[in-house]
């Protein structure tokens, strides 16, 4: 075969806050940059008088604005530090929105964070399990048209979730992937590979809603933060001391007797001022995460808590594959880092499907004996991109290579190839 | 404007992480590959968290270009003059790879900004070891010392089995480019962006830059050169350079731009196919938008322009659509 099979593939997964990019085999992901464009679009607002002599100036004010844009950690610094950028979110809710911006991200990604050579490698990039064909194809259409990639795979976000626990243990691909993401939080049941379509159950709250909590739960106790820092702040305490309790009866109770154990400070510096302040860290710590457990105390119109929602996701998927899903939830996204949180899912979980059994069994009495479900959450350590570790895992197997489309079956086919994308025969 | 920088953009977010947490060790192993097919590995040890080592592999080179040790001319002294003191080079490099240097972290400079210096210039090591044969020759053109290799053609590797072309004269050196792109699209565009270059060359303020030329055929200085070294498909690109283009501090910009020349051309055909394609979609949402303005009231009622799925359609409409 071709040279760019002896290189490792390039993957990119574009999620709606962070991308990972890198390259496979390896273990982390080379750069971890926020999905935003800051576009510089004061060139194409001057003069839009059509006269020809203007033409020339339009034309190469429009050449500028094409090539003045960044992304990432430096979008974000240039958007605060000059007014004449604009930032752009290209992806919303795990959907491509503006595909112009992700062009241009993909560009950026490829040529400046990466630095490699498009035609060089074989792509692996992911989409959520949401995602119309439609938006496949045009994917297709700019990786093969644009960047001349020499083959191109799609995969589904939460199957390489499941797929980055093939090192850690034997490799299974079936599984309930919790996808606990900034902009986005899902359950998608996974059986041998294949996404179960019509089971699939989002839940409204996301680490951003965390956040919002925490900055909310911070100012009705009257913390001096400034309050244009105060959202940035919330975000890294949540980052850094918050985790999720078993009871937060037991848990107000503890604050009270001990104080001083458990209430941590934050001590920042005023960005206007340069005046330093401090302020309390106190119930906000396991009140936080505990949004998705009782989501009634931060919004009024979700009551099911998320356990719940793996619960009756779990019972709405074919009932033969039930066993195996209960036995391997898995977790993914930066917010299910949360300390302790896998702890909780598992026991509320296992409460709800034990509650069941009783019934079951209190029904038909002692002639049928019911066999215990085994309730496992697994969480490993690379949770935060656990998505991008089970695609370089995938694309560094030799069956990788076939299974992509490639630039002469695009060329012969057009872009409805990109459409489906064939699960991995190979892998288990 | 897109210019590629010559430090390795990971290598360096790499180096200045393990360099600030120099006491906390960790183990680290790291592939990837740049454009031109450069390969680079990192690997630190729990053992020995201070020491780094980094190695590198070149694209394969074409049998025109004189490899010694399997590096470029001139590149072991240049790596010597480069990384003086903390810088060891193993022999024999590690397997698959052309380089390997170990690099004592604890021996940096403890000042900031000399170590922030020397650590750009470790993550530009390709600029270093590729770039070594052309800087040789243009450093002895900035000193104005008669080249050994005088009138004598010398070939630089930049991508795998190809190589450009560096012809050391008095008081000028000529360095031509076969330009050779794997698309025929690819091809096309190349071609006038090169054109457009020699072009925007001619304006009034770039007097002082090299001079440049582009010809579909090999210019007379290459007629030595074996003819399967010579297929280019998008033409021949010639810079002369002077004195003055390589003074002082000038000399590695030098290097650095014309040993990425290609990489540079072909970052801008891959941008410009980009954007293109960003006006071709916004000419079709327009010609789309007209289609729908030009369509009968009744029709246009039921916001064919927002309506993106059946759902929005009532039953009542989906009739009356389907008997239309």
């Known amino acids: 075969m071709d040279a760019a099979t002896s290189r490792p593939a390039v993957v990119i997964d574009n999620g709606t806050g962070y991308s990972k990019m890198g390259f496979a085999g390896n273990i982390e992901p080379s750069f971890i940059a926020p999905t935003v464009v800051a576009v510089n679009e004061s060139f194409l607002n001057q003069g839009r008088t059509p006269s020809k002599a203007n033409w020339q100036a339009q034309h190469s004010a429009g050449v500028m604005a094409d090539l003045d844009f960044y992304i990432g950690d430096e979008a974000v610094a240039k958007s605060r530090s000059s007014s004449s950028y604009n930032l752009s979110y290209p992806i919303r809710h795990g959907q491509v929105d503006n595909w112009d911006a992700m062009e241009r991200f993909w560009q950026q990604c490829i040529f400046e964070y990466l630095r490699c050579d498009p035609e060089d490698h074989y792509f692996l990039l992911t989409e959520s399990p949401m995602t119309a064909p439609e938006s496949r194809e045009y994917t297709g259409e700019i990786m093969f048209e644009t960047f001349n990639v020499p083959g191109l795979y799609i995969a589904v976000q939460p199957v390489l979730a499941l797929a980055a626990g093939y090192t850690t243990s034997k490799c299974e691909m079936t599984g309930v992937v919790v996808d606990v993401g900034d902009g986005a939080t899902s359950v998608v049941p996974v059986a041998e590979g294949y996404v179960i379509g019509s089971s699939i159950k989002s839940f409204p709250l996301t680490g951003t809603d965390v956040t919002h909590f925490i900055e909310q739960l911070i100012r009705e106790r009257g913390e001096h933060i400034p309050s244009e820092d105060s959202f940035e702040v919330a975000r890294k305490i949540k980052e850094t001391y918050c985790y999720t309790c078993s009871d937060i009866v037991k848990e107000y109770n503890k604050y009270d007797q001990e104080p001083a154990k458990y209430i941590k400070q934050w001590k920042g510096i005023k960005p206007k001022t340069r005046a330093p302040y401090t302020c309390d860290i106190g119930y906000e710590r396991f009140m936080g995460p505990e949004i998705f457990f009782n989501p009634e105390i931060y919004s009024g119109d979700t009551s099911t808590p998320l356990p719940s929602v793996v619960d009756k996701c779990i019972q709405s998927a074919p009932i033969d594959t039930r066993r195996a899903l209960y036995k391997n939830v898995v977790l993914s996204g930066g917010s299910t880092m949360l300390k302790d949180f896998n702890r909780r899912l598992q026991r509320d979980i296992k409460k709800i499907v034990d509650e069941r059994m009783q019934a079951t069994t209190a029904r038909h009495g002692e002639e049928l004996k019911v066999q215990p479900v085994e309730v496992n959450v697994v969480s490993h350590p690379i949770q935060r991109y656990a998505v991008w570790f089970g695609g370089s895992v995938l694309a560094s197997t030799p069956e990788f290579f076939a299974a992509c489309h490639t630039k002469a079956d695009y060329e012969e086919y057009g872009s409805t190839i990109c459409r489906t994308n064939p699960v991995f025969k190979g892998m288990y | ?324």
């Open chain 2, 1 to 324: 404007m897109i210019l590629l920088q010559s430090s390795s953009k990971f290598l360096l977010q790499t180096l200045l992480n393990r360099v600030n947490n120099l006491e906390k060790a960790v183990e680290l192993d790291y592939q990837w590959v740049e454009f031109g097919d450069v390969r680079y590995h990192i690997q630190v040890t729990m053992k020995n968290p201070q020491y780094l080592s980094l190695s590198v592999s070149l694209p394969i080179p074409p049998p025109e270009t004189i490899f010694y040790g399997g590096l470029p001319v001139g590149a072991l002294e240049a790596i010597k003059a480069a990384y003086i003191g903390i810088v060891q080079i193993l022999d024999p490099p590690r397997d698959g790879f052309n380089l390997t240097l170990k690099l004592n972290l604890s021996k940096l400079p403890a000042q900031d900004e000399q170590r922030q210096v020397l650590l750009v210039k470790i993550a530009s090591v390709r600029e270093v070891v590729l770039g070594a044969p052309l800087a040789v020759v243009l450093r002895s053109l900035s000193s104005k010392t008669v080249s050994p290799n005088l009138n004598q053609l010398v070939a630089i590797v930049h991508r795998p089995k190809e190589s450009f072309f560096v012809l050391p004269q008095a008081e000028k050196v000529t360095v031509i480019f076969p330009m050779r792109f794997k698309d025929s699209i690819d091809t096309i565009l190349a071609t006038s962006f090169l054109q457009e270059l020699i072009e925007a060359r001619r304006s009034a303020g770039l007097q002082n830059a090299p001079l440049c030329s582009w010809s579909l055929s090999p210019p007379p200085e290459l007629k030595e050169v074996p003819a399967e070294a010579l297929s280019a498909n998008a033409g021949f690109v010639t810079f002369v350079i002077y004195p003055r283009h390589v003074e002082g501090k000038k000399l590695e910009k030098t290097v650095w731009s014309l040993s990425t020349f290609h990489a540079y051309a072909s970052y801008h055909v891959k941008c410009s196919e980009g954007f293109m394609h960003s006006r071709m979609r916004r000419r079709v949402d327009s010609l789309i938008q007209a289609l729908d303005r030009a369509k009968p009231d009744s029709e246009a009622s039921m916001g064919t322009g927002q309506s993106k799925s059946f759902k929005g359609l009532s039953l009542k409409d989906s009739r009356t659509n389907s008997s239309s």
